[in-house]
């Protein structure tokens, strides 16, 4: 069973695209973080919300409580912005994790 | 700051062996977290400890001891290496602003490479 779902799994862009990750999740959470692995393995956040809509420079994440799926958008992508994309919905005493969406962005 | 710093980055080990697994954090935070990173998964919550002096089992507990004698130290522990322990695992740690942990950033470390042979 799997809590969480991100689509797609994989996506190339053209540098300067936008770009858009989505998450679904079964649980009820109390807050939702978005995390980004870098090629080298290295896990940062990026954002945790629990309603509404955040932004970070060119990233911005949405979440619907309701409807259970949270958005992350990258505007103008650039190829350092090539990464894996990681959700995690957190319950308030546990974090599920999603598979990721690995992102690669051409010059 | 170092952050979450992890010892070993790289190991191999042979069926049977042992071995632990080294975090440290700097930023005096409480909660530690100890994960392991297959392909094709998400990453999978081994142990967890909320305090100097206290651990709980994650999701993925068996084959695993960890121990938290210092609150910037949080090791874990692999007694008889098994070929399905051959994993990438992380460590994190976050600060306790109370209210459980969703609400709180999760700092990692750079990841140890463990193959199991």
């Known amino acids: 069973k799997n809590e969480v779902e991100q689509s797609p799994q994989n996506l190339t862009a053209q540098e300067g695209e936008f770009i858009t990750i989505n998450c679904s999740y079964s649980?009820?959470?109390?807050?939702l973080h978005w995390l980004q692995q870098h090629p080298g393995g290295g896990i940062v956040s990026l954002f945790m919300?629990?309603?509404g809509k955040k932004k970070h420079g060119r990233l911005i994440a949405t979440i619907n409580i309701q409807e259970k799926h949270s958005s992350l958008h990258i505007t103008a992508s650039h190829p350092r912005d090539s990464a894996v994309y990681i959700c995690a919905p957190n319950t308030g005493n546990q974090f599920y994790f999603g598979t990721g969406t690995s992102l690669t962005v051409i010059p | 700051n170092a952050g979450v710093t992890q010892t070993p980055k790289f190991r191999v080990l042979k069926t049977g062996q042992s071995m632990t697994l080294l975090c440290a954090q700097d930023?005096?935070?409480?909660?530690m977290y100890w994960y392991r990173q297959d392909p094709g998964m998400g990453l999978r919550l081994i142990h967890y400890s909320v305090g100097e002096g206290t651990t709980a089992k994650g999701e993925v507990p068996d084959g695993y001891n960890v121990s938290r004698l210092k609150k910037q130290n949080f090791l874990l522990g692999l007694e008889s290496a098994a070929p399905s322990q051959t994993s990438v695992y992380f460590c994190?740690?976050?600060?306790?602003?109370?209210?459980?942990?969703?609400?709180?950033?999760?700092?990692f470390g750079p990841g140890t490479r463990l193959t199991v042979l």
């Open positions: 649980v009820g959470i109390s807050a």
């Open positions: 994190a740690s976050s600060y306790n602003r109370g209210g459980g942990t969703g609400y709180d950033e999760q700092f």
């Open positions: 930023m005096n935070h409480e909660y």
């Open positions: 919300l629990s309603s």
